[in-house]
């Protein structure tokens, strides 16, 4: 793959940056368990549906893209999916929570601002002694919390093994009355990240970046989402420069990888990606259709989801890639 202009970078950054290293080859850190949670509630899409007095038939639903979503109740907290989830990511790794070093829980739609969530989340699954803290990054904040989990492991030589959790309850965050009462959901996703061989395959590369011009895109300062109009540019153009800038870095073509597995926005978004990246339909993978956006949790629950159905298999090369608020935008190179 050629380097191509990128709007975030300068043309020397786009050259220095096509020829840096990949930042995690050979560190040995590989996703070892997948899990996930959705809530018990089902909200399924039919034709004449009606939110807040306005009806929506069959070819609306269908453009949206989501024919359902799963729904938090009151007891259905983050904490309280954070921890189912990353309790089945333990067991499929099988490893026990007193081994674990660190959890890093993502999570931008329940922020609050004392204590953080991911200590209670540790404790509840009990690895009360991990050091656990929060970050945010919207819907980024899977990506944010591998890459920061990433570097923390590989700093100190005594820690082994972190848990990464994303969990969102998107379905409070969507305006009465508008279209994302019928896209935004609630899950949580888990996965946990290991030092091991070096010679092995696992974490390749990540990237986060900021466009702070950018940041007010999509907002929420009122407690609901409102996105501008220019949103899906900007999100098709973003993610189009993050796997371009991670193809080119690890000397790889679209047609190396065997499966792209993105945060899903919405299926303009989803088309723009695919055609930008000229990428056979077969190999964008999300379960936007049935689970809606998840948030930060939507990248780790569709690798759970189709790892445990078969779909995706072990030593597959994956690339995902997602947007947020912020402007961030970022992505992850990696084996299964």
């Not at 024919?67 to 938090?72: V, Y």
Request: glycine letters at 10%; charged letters at 20%.
């Amino acid at each position: 793959m050629a380097v191509t202009a990128d709007p975030h970078l300068s043309q020397e950054e786009t050259l220095m940056y096509a020829h840096a290293s990949p930042a995690w080859t050979g560190s040995g850190l590989s996703f070892t368990g997948l899990g996930h949670y959705y809530p018990r509630t089902v909200v399924r899409h039919h034709d004449g549906i009606e939110v807040a007095g306005r009806t929506y038939h069959q070819e609306e639903i269908d453009e949206l893209g989501v024919h359902s979503l799963h729904r938090a109740e009151e007891d259905e907290t983050v904490e309280f999916m954070a921890a189912r989830a990353a309790t089945a990511a333990l067991g499929k790794a099988g490893r026990e929570p007193g081994e674990i070093d660190l959890l890093v829980l993502a999570n931008w739609t329940d922020r609050q601002w004392i204590p953080e969530l991911a200590p209670a989340v540790a404790a509840s699954i009990g690895a009360a002694e991990a050091l656990a803290f929060d970050v945010c990054g919207a819907c980024t904040g899977f990506v944010h919390a591998v890459q920061i989990a990433s570097a923390m492991l590989t700093a100190d030589p005594s820690a082994r093994r972190a848990v990464v959790v994303a969990a969102d309850r998107f379905t409070r965050r969507a305006r009465i009355g508008t279209r994302g009462q019928l896209v935004f959901g609630d899950a949580a996703g888990a996965v946990v990240l290991e030092k091991g061989d070096p010679e092995t395959g696992g974490l390749r590369d990540s990237i986060l970046a900021c466009d702070a011009s950018e940041a007010d895109t999509v907002a929420a300062r009122d407690g609901w989402l409102r996105p501008k109009p220019e949103l899906i540019d900007l999100a098709v153009r973003s993610s189009l420069s993050v796997a371009e800038r991670l193809l080119e870095r690890n000397q790889l073509k679209v047609s190396d990888i065997q499966w792209l597995v993105p945060h899903p926005g919405n299926n303009a978004i989803h088309t723009g990606v695919r055609d930008g990246l000229d990428l056979p339909g077969e190999k964008f993978v999300t379960n936007f259709a049935d689970r809606g956006n998840t948030g930060c949790a939507s990248i780790p629950i569709a690798l759970s989801e189709y790892t445990e159905s078969g779909r995706l298999r072990p030593g597959d090369l994956v690339l995902s890639t997602a947007v947020g608020s912020g402007w961030y935008y970022g992505g992850l190179l990696y084996q299964l």
